[in-house]
């Protein structure tokens, strides 16, 4: 089986959300195991959670973007993960990373971009969506990829919205497709190296 984590913090709901159908696309794939690690409001993992980033195929990270860069949150695990980082513990893996913000825009480029960052550290292989966007007229946020994400899924969850109300449709089939598209190359990959 191909191994593959997703590791994110949600503050209010909706990034869980977002995770949760990120799950169910890469767990859709013939011979993917998905993981997941909710980040504590402590940003503190466990030892078993170390344990299954380290024995993973593919990491995919999340977060809300607050304040046009990851939770504090994220940013502790990620400054923790200079551990595996000195030993080239994730070298190789596939990499991906998904967003959210309250806003069309807020910035949540600058999130993605320091999940590429940090998965460059580690020497990862990086997956884009490989959707086009939805960006006509007629289109809107039941639509895949309506927020025109590229690097990574990104999803708009107004500040007045619960989590039942958001991320909508769109975002969350956008990052469904997503989930499915990182397992289906890590399995590929993990295939390719076993012949």
Do not use: C
């Not at 593959?4 to 995770?19: D, L, P, R, V």
């Not at 997941?36 to 993992?45: A, H, S």
């Not at 990491?59 to 949150?73: H, L, V």
């Amino acid at each position: 089986m191909t191994k593959i984590a997703i590791i994110y913090f949600s503050g209010y709901g909706h990034t869980e959300k977002q995770a949760e159908a990120v799950k169910e696309g890469a767990a859709g794939v013939n011979s993917a195991a998905v993981s997941v690690i909710r980040i504590p409001e402590t940003g503190d993992l466990t030892e078993t959670d170390w344990d299954t980033l380290k024995e993973a195929d593919a990491i995919i990270y999340g977060s809300p973007t607050y304040m046009g860069g990851p939770a504090w949150q994220f940013k502790k695990f990620a400054d923790e993960s200079s551990k595996p980082w000195f030993a080239s513990a994730w070298k190789d893996k596939i990499a991906g990373g998904f967003t959210n913000s309250a806003t069309v825009n807020g910035d949540k480029g600058a999130t993605i971009n320091y999940f590429f960052t940090l998965s460059q550290q580690h020497g990862q292989i990086w997956v884009g969506t490989g959707l086009l966007p939805s960006n006509q007229k007629q289109h809107g946020p039941d639509d895949v990829n309506w927020t025109g994400g590229f690097a990574g899924a990104l999803a708009v969850s107004p500040s007045d919205a619960s989590p039942d109300e958001a991320p909508r449709k769109g975002d969350l089939e956008t990052a469904r497709l997503y989930g499915e598209r990182i397992a289906q190359i890590a399995v590929r990959t993990q295939d390719a190296l076993a012949a």
